[in-house]
């Protein structure tokens, strides 16, 4: 006999972060996903935001019916239709190379966008530092001070500097608007330079204070107008292979002696020692970093919003901050020689609260997307993986490189990826369909280093074939 299916389900709306918004109600089964656009617009009081509807996690795509199992249903259940927020800017796809600038005479090992997305640097194993003219798609200043590869750059988070580290362990700090060093060159680390990180913008408007981690296993915190070590935060015994500057004071550091270290910012106080890797951690990622990095301005929505008054822009990147970061702390993946990521609350907790396993080969790169929802992760097994950043749940392989994937760069609306690897492409992964965007050849060898700028309109990649590529819509 036909069972008589019901037409209506109670259901109840709740967001991500698992608040109700407003009480059940009787939605018909044939409910599509822009009627519920509709309903959760209304009941939050919003204009058209676009949202993700899931339901027992499985996405809403078409209607209500299809994505539940109506046999289980039960009469009397309040189904619980979870809602995420979706970006309301659409970053478009990088389609082309716009530019191939030559410039660097070794490869290029590091390139990194300003926090405005209107600026770029190279660094190179040439011991130049290069900013590049982003208009006419041409060099601009070449900076010469290291006398070795320059192995990573970093822009602090109001623009206005850049500092470099070489493989000499000496870090320099570069004016970007005219190309000159500013003040005097920082000494102090025995080995190679590993990382950089300056402080949050919503801690010190004024970008004084740089972190750097070295080789030599020790990190340091820098003053960078005195060029004097304010701190030295001793206690690895192997290569610090990462350094981070949380949002909320905390200094986090990982080292190939298999363990991350969580420092006090203010006095370089160990606060935890996070263990459960079998071998070197070689990468960190927050999930405040693209919050972080981009201060107080949001490179999308905020284009026209200048001030100049400096207590306004803390305030405003502490805002920034608080809506990324919220109730829940900051979380923190780490990624290593050991095939695993694990993922960390390390300000509370010193037992990871997930070990993510999968990949065939090591780690090399770990992001967190801007909206703070996925992970994606890199690794020598040619492939790239996503993961649910709450729970480190694993969602999907994205395979299509012939070679060790190198980096990965999210655009800022969190709809795409883009992954560099050896074998010389650059692919951009359409998230929600979790497949192949677009194939990017052009390169001539393996690419090292590749950044989305933090407004999403330009791509920049380099590697060894020494070029400087950009690519655009």
Request: charged share 25%; aromatic share 8%.
């Amino acid at each position: 006999m036909e069972i008589d299916l019901p037409s209506c389900v109670q259901a109840r709306l709740k967001s991500d972060a698992g608040e109700d918004t407003g009480s059940p109600l009787d939605l018909p089964l044939n409910i599509t996903r822009d009627q519920l656009q509709l309903i959760c617009n209304a009941l939050l009081q919003e204009e058209d935001k676009p949202f993700l509807f899931f339901v027992k996690d499985v996405e809403i795509t078409n209607t209500l019916k299809d994505a539940l199992d109506i046999t289980k249903l039960n009469a009397e259940e309040v189904v619980e239709i979870i809602y995420q927020q979706q970006a309301v800017f659409r970053v478009r796809p990088v389609t082309r190379c716009t530019s191939s600038i030559p410039g660097h005479a070794e490869a290029v090992i590091s390139a990194h966008f300003s926090p405005s997305g209107k600026q770029l640097a190279s660094g190179s194993g040439d011991t130049t530092v290069r900013f590049w003219d982003l208009h006419t798609q041409t060099p601009l200043y070449v900076c010469k001070g290291h006398s070795n590869w320059v192995l990573c750059i970093s822009w602090s988070p109001d623009g206005f500097k850049l500092a470099s580290g070489c493989k000499q362990g000496r870090i320099i700090i570069w004016d970007p608007n005219t190309g000159n060093q500013i003040g005097k060159t920082m000494i102090g680390h025995k080995q190679w330079i590993t990382a950089l990180s300056w402080e949050p913008y919503h801690k010190n408007p004024e970008c004084r204070k740089l972190a750097s981690s070295s080789k030599d296993g020790d990190v340091r915190i820098w003053d960078t107008v005195t060029g004097l070590t304010v701190l030295s935060l001793t206690g690895h015994s192997k290569a610090v292979t990462s350094v981070k500057w949380g949002g909320n004071g905390l200094i986090y550091t990982s080292s190939q002696d298999r363990t991350i270290k969580v420092w006090r910012a203010a006095d370089g106080v160990l606060c935890r020692n996070l263990e459960g890797h079998a071998h070197w951690v070689n990468t960190l990622a927050l999930s405040t970093d693209y919050v972080l990095r981009t201060g107080p301005f949001h490179p999308v929505t905020d284009q026209q919003a200048y001030d100049s008054d400096k207590n306004i822009l803390q305030q405003r990147a502490l805002e920034r901050y608080e809506s990324v970061c919220g109730k829940c702390e900051e979380r923190l993946v780490s990624g290593s020689d050991d095939f695993t990521l694990f993922l960390w609350l390390p300000e509370k907790e010193k037992r990871p609260l997930a070990r993510m396993t999968g990949h065939q080969q090591l780690i090399n790169d770990v992001k967190f997307s801007p909206d703070t929802r996925l992970i994606a992760s890199a690794s020598f097994d040619k492939s790239v993986r996503l993961w649910e950043a709450a729970t480190g749940k694993f969602i999907t392989t994205l395979r299509g490189h012939v070679q060790a994937v190198y980096m990965v760069a999210w655009s800022a609306d969190s709809r795409l990826l883009l992954s560099s690897s050896a074998d010389s492409t650059l692919k951009v992964w359409n998230i929600k369909t979790k497949k192949l965007e677009l194939d990017l050849p052009g390169h001539a060898d393996e690419v090292y280093a590749v950044d989305w700028s933090p407004d999403g309109a330009c791509v920049a990649s380099g590697g060894k074939d020494k070029v400087l590529k950009l690519w655009q819509h």
